[in-house]
């Protein structure tokens, strides 16, 4: 079964300082894989999602991320945070023949200090 | 495109009432999904349709739960009766296969 892990629940950054939150996954076959980005009251955003090709894909907001095969990861990375982006993020997996159900992470909450 | 369109945006309703929960997902999405937020239990997939076809509902709860799709372009989530415990963000998204899904804003649900 698919499961994504995100072993961080908190983390703190100053603003312009460069974050990298984790994400592991556990499946089979070739995932496809996504972050999401939630403020507060409202819905999840997509910020960026891998099926293929190039192993850094580029995002909304300046994000970033890279599938490693090899760790089972999938990393998103910012060089410079804003305090806008204080949010809850989310991983998540789905399988391209598993058809559309995707498994998230427990999210990691990323707060800003000015 | 307007995105994913759920409403109300809060409910607040006693307990042992019937409560509808109603989403709209984007034109061309063949996919529907129903999920309840919680601080204790994070994302929880309820249920998912695909062309408005219930395709796995082992996350509903309890039979209290309950949903439909009549068509392409509507989908609702009852709970009869709802308890305290259902209070969470009910949140409703929908996709075209091979692409992430996109959310509605959610629905507030408290029950007192």
């Known amino acids: 079964a698919q499961s994504v892990t995100q072993p961080d629940i908190h983390i703190t950054v100053s603003e312009g300082a460069s974050l990298e939150l984790r994400c592991n996954y556990s499946?089979?076959?070739?995932?496809?894989l996504f972050w999401y980005v939630q403020s507060p009251g409202q819905g999840l955003q997509l910020l960026l999602k891998?099926?293929?090709?190039?192993?850094l894909v580029q995002g909304i907001k300046g994000f970033e991320a890279e599938f490693k095969r090899s760790q089972s990861s999938f990393n998103l990375r910012k060089p410079s945070v804003h305090w806008s982006d204080a949010a809850e993020y989310f991983c998540?997996?789905?399988?391209?023949?598993?058809?559309?159900?995707?498994?998230f992470g427990p999210g990691t909450r990323l707060s800003v200090l000015p | 495109d307007a995105g994913v369109i759920q409403s109300p945006r809060h409910e607040v309703t006693e307990m042992g009432q019937e409560v509808t929960l109603r989403c709209k997902p984007i034109?061309?999405?063949?996919?529907l999904f129903w999920y309840r937020q919680t601080m204790m239990r994070g994302l929880e997939l309820l249920i998912y349709?695909?062309?408005?076809?219930?395709?796995?509902d082992s996350g509903m709860p309890e039979d209290r739960f309950s949903a439909k799709m009549p068509n392409a372009s509507f989908s609702t989530l009852k709970i009869q009766p709802s308890e305290p415990r259902d209070s969470a963000v009910y949140f409703c998204?929908?996709?075209?296969?091979?692409?992430?899904?996109?959310f509605g804003s959610g629905t507030r649900l408290t029950v007192v």
């Open positions: 349709f695909n062309n408005n076809v219930p395709i796995d």
């Open positions: 499946y089979g076959a070739t995932p496809y």
């Open positions: 998540a997996v789905g399988a391209k023949n598993y058809g559309q159900n995707f498994v």
């Open positions: 998204a929908s996709s075209a296969r091979g692409y992430g899904y996109t």
């Open positions: 891998y099926f293929s090709g190039d192993t």
């Open positions: 034109s061309g999405h063949d996919y």
